[in-house]
């Protein structure tokens, strides 16, 4: 059974006191050549992603950060993988964009209506939500394209916190 696509996935990893350290671990392994990816480790978070040479305007970060679980069970590491923060900067602006073209078409066109014109101006509202909807979904695209490179961040955290795990 395959899961449907997800918006920025996540996932949790439970930590105990033999891995309570695995961010420094994981920049220890990094630092010493023994796996082709770049990490910025700082107290309790990590950011994970390709060298330059690998890297392009699709490929994924993983943001790291352990925390306390709610349960009180203990350290959680989660992840999260996310566009590179230029990425998902220019898909808030475009949809930011969209939406004020559709509202704008909205008031112009309730404008319109009020002096018994034409309000051809609304048909904007449905084409920029049509819109987004495509850009939406070009964010599905754009993290199927990358389905590898996030497959091989995980596999090296779930391996420097667990050993040699398949990630799930």
Known sequence: MTRPPRMRPTFEIP??????DVLDQLSARIDSG?????????TGHAMLKLPRARRSMLSP??????????SGDGPVLKGRFSPQPNVWTGFMAIYGVLAMIGLGGLMFGFAKMTVEESPAAMLLAPICLALIG????????????????????RAFVDEVAHGSVNPG
């Open 34 to 42: 023994d796996v082709d990816l770049m990490a910025q480790v700082v």
């Open 134 to 153: 495509f850009v939406y979904g070009a964010a599905f695209i754009g993290q199927g394209l990358t389905t590898n490179d996030m497959y091989e961040m």
């Open 15 to 20: 930590l105990d006191a033999t891995n309570i």
């Open 61 to 70: 970060v993983l943001n790291l950060e352990v925390v306390e679980q709610e």
